[in-house]
């Protein structure tokens, strides 16, 4: 809303969370264009090209997406801008949803960029005016930080503004010194940058967000983010500065709260950002000593921090103590009718990963393929009962490792499995790789039609726009096979028998392919005929609690079926695994019965 | 009413997220402020479901203390049991009498607790514990997706809100088919407390 009304026209993101709501909620909105964009890269290049030609743009995605997206970061950084261009980083700290934990603040320091920060929603909204005006002012792209806890927490909102799109906006002005980065004009663009940052420095000094709470002078906090929130709430009486623009630091400020505090110290989640900097002022500041660098912040931890520091008096220890018993985890799953379920049974038995029930073997399983992961629902198969992944790094990076291994000698065959939206987030280059460069890897791709793990936004393979318009869908087949993917196979994600021998097939073949797993997300799945299991034919021999169907339970020693759960027709593939034949549709086995 | 601070937990599906976005917006409506946040991970897919409601004159963290908890209102036992440890001593808890084992339970790798450990774990908070039979009520009215208005109807006994403004905030969430059945769900639920006091 912030955006909306600090008059926003060109929005792009890829999702990502915890920051796929801002793209969600822009494009409800007729006045802007909002898309999602195939990677963060793109959608930092389509935003900077609409800053360049007058619009103001709003690009938003998680931390690692910046890692996508840092090469235009940078771009960005050294070219300037022209109409306002904010850069929004989500980032989570405690790892909710993500492969790491890593602290984007260090991203303005390295481009050289402002960042601002806010601590609660209203700030969030009235944050980002500020944003574009600094932009615009100071010819420099704004990053704009968050943290789960800041984008995934709500709170009331004044949303006191109207839109306003500034007038007089300039289009595209051609002018090579500015935006063509050859080395001659980009030595002439660095000194800028450093004259800039000096610039923003001065504006920093007297930025309204930049906020001094006085209290007892005792003890001084130097916080910003929802690291606030909990540091009020942990020492009532202190006094505070708050920033709210934390690059770069506003020096005197600093100097001068410093100096009327007895003690100061910094409460900051992640990496001593704020911390090293102030240092670097001259200044004497603790935090880290006391508050942990490794995950996401709260106020308990910050009690305990501050105890250990002597700054409050001990506070007994709350955690029940008692004879607990060991409570069981309650990880996120593949949902019913998922159609990842199929693929990645056939892979873990195929592959020997898991003992199968009635297994005579009393060895561990030794796994007979490797399995280059990625990101996505999919990722959920590495836990048991399937057991059928072997690694993820980041979007993209299975088919490159998969590659590797094969050419590292890997005496085991190699299989790559990677979602559709993320096979064109990046998945393709490495194929092109793959194939340019004679592997024999199988690659399988996990066509769902939609990004499912970040809650189902549409990309290039569904045909469908971020604002809900009909568009050229990509077709996977014919991409593949434009790379030059010889041996292309198209599979129903339900159908077991063709999994198992497509699977085989390719991992016979002596050149690379791909198959193409299709099955609609389960989220879509009409439910129909939910499957339940003849309980005078089943002998409890477990085979169907391999797949890790949520709906398939067992309790006190038989296994029965959620009815509720069940997605039916649209699936059955328990009922394709069951050995007994127990497993059917109920009016069936009601008429067996009679 | 200084402060309230619910936490609400149950499994990724049962409407969590809804209910505490409910209580919410009627304490907003009834002058408080009120910070909520969820922690959910992935839990759209099966995850357990975590949704701390903060309702006071003036809220900083979105996060509750652990042991602040005032009322703890948990959709499912286990989830009871693993975040029973946020109450604070006395506080309440709403327990839906229902058990969905994780899948490492189906496998037969871990344990299900007991209900005796499951209360044992919570009387190390509190003695207001309290099963209600949301899963059964609700299907039996036909409407078990509506098993997070039936929780809300439980918590509003305990709570210095207007049913009136309740009742508003939950028909404004909901399309308009379906009103009626969550309004009588809800009273439902009201029903199942009525009478405790604590």
Known sequence: ?594 | MKKLDLLMTGVGGQGTILASDIVSEVALAAGYDVKKTDTMGMAQRGGSVISHVRIARQVWSPLIKEGDVDILVAFEKLEAARWGYYLRPGGMAIVNNLALPPLSVSLGNERYPSDEEIISILKQRTESIYFVNGTKRTRELGNIRALNIFMLGCVSNFVPFKVKIWKDCISQRLPSELRQANITTFNQGRKELRGVHI
């Open chain 1, 1 to 594: 809303m912030g955006a909306y009304h600090a008059g926003v026209r060109v929005a792009t993101a890829y999702p990502g969370t915890p920051s796929t709501e801002i793209l969600e909620y822009l494009a409800r909105f007729d006045d802007i264009y909002a898309e999602w964009s195939t990677n963060e890269k793109v959608a930092m290049e389509v935003g900077l090209g609409a800053a360049y030609a007058g619009a103001r743009s709003l690009v938003s995605m998680k931390q690692v997406g910046l890692n996508v997206a840092s090469d235009p970061f940078m771009a960005a950084s050294t070219t300037g801008v022209n109409a306002g261009m904010v850069v929004i980083s989500a980032d989570d700290p405690g790892i909710h949803s993500s492969q790491n934990e890593q602290d984007n603040r260090h991203y303005a320091k390295f481009a050289k960029v402002p960042m601002l920060e806010p601590s609660d929603s209203q700030e969030a909204y009235e944050l980002m005016a500020y944003a574009f005006d600094i932009s615009e002012r100071f010819d420099t792209p704004v990053l704009v930080h968050t943290t789960t806890r800041i984008s995934h927490s709500k709170s009331v909102v004044k949303a006191d503004r109207s839109r306003i799109v500034p007038a007089g906006q300039q289009g595209f002005q051609h002018n090579i010194a500015k935006y063509v980065m050859l080395p001659v004009y980009a030595r002439l663009r660095h000194p800028l940058i450093e004259e800039r940052l000096v610039k923003l420095a001065a504006y920093a000094e007297a930025f309204p967000l930049n906020q001094i709470f006085w209290g007892e002078r005792h003890l001084g906090v130097v916080t910003s983010g929802v690291a606030y929130q909990y540091a009020r709430e942990v020492f009532p009486k202190a006094s505070f500065l708050k920033l709210g623009m934390t690059y770069p630091l506003p020096q005197n400020l600093i100097h001068d709260f410093a100096a009327q505090v007895d003690r100061m110290i910094v409460i900051e989640e992640l990496d001593p950002f704020l911390q090293e900097n102030i240092q670097a002022l001259g200044i004497k500041v603790t935090g880290k000593e006391f508050i942990p660098r490794v995950g996401e912040l709260n106020p308990n931890i910050i009690e305990t921090g501050a105890s250990s520091a002597g700054l409050l008096a001990k506070t007994s220890p709350r955690k029940i103590t008692g004879t607990a018993p060991e409570l069981p985890e309650r990880p996120p799953l593949l949902c019913a009718g998922c159609p990842h379920t199929g693929i990645f049974f056939v892979l873990s038995s195929l592959g020997q990963r898991v003992r199968l029930p009635g297994s005579k073997s009393k060895k561990p399983p030794e796994p007979k393929l490797i399995i280059t992961g990625d990101i996505g629902c999919y990722t959920l198969a590495t836990y048991p009962p399937l057991c059928a992944m072997d690694t993820c790094a980041c979007m993209g990076a299975g088919i490159g490792q998969g590659l590797g291994m094969e050419k590292a000698g890997s005496s085991k065959k190699v299989v790559a499995v990677i979602g559709d939206s993320t096979f064109l987030h990046s998945g393709i280059t490495p194929l092109v790789n793959a194939i340019y460069n004679e592997g024999k890897i199988t690659v399988i791709i996990l066509d769902n039609a939609t990004t499912a793990m970040t809650g189902h936004q549409d990309h290039p393979g569904t045909g469908v726009s971020a604002q809900g318009k009909k568009t050229r869908a990509v077709e996977l087949e014919q991409l593949v096979r434009g790379i030059g993917v010889r041996d292309v196979k198209v599979v129903d994600a339900f159908d077991i028998k063709a999994l198992r021998a497509s699977v085989r097939s390719s991992l016979d073949s002596p050149e690379l392919s791909v198959i193409i797993v299709r099955g609609a997300c389960s989220v879509y799945t009409p439910r129909s005929k939910p499957r339940v299991i003849d309980t005078e034919k089943c002998n409890n021999c477990g085979v169907c609690l391999m797949i890790g169907c949520p709906a398939i339970q067992s309790e006190k020693e038989r296994i029965c079926i959620d009815t509720a759960l069940c997605v039916g027709d649209a699936c059955t593939i328990c009922q394709q695994l069951c050995p007994r034949q127990a497993i059917a549709p109920q009016y069936k086995i009601m008429k067996e019965s009679k």
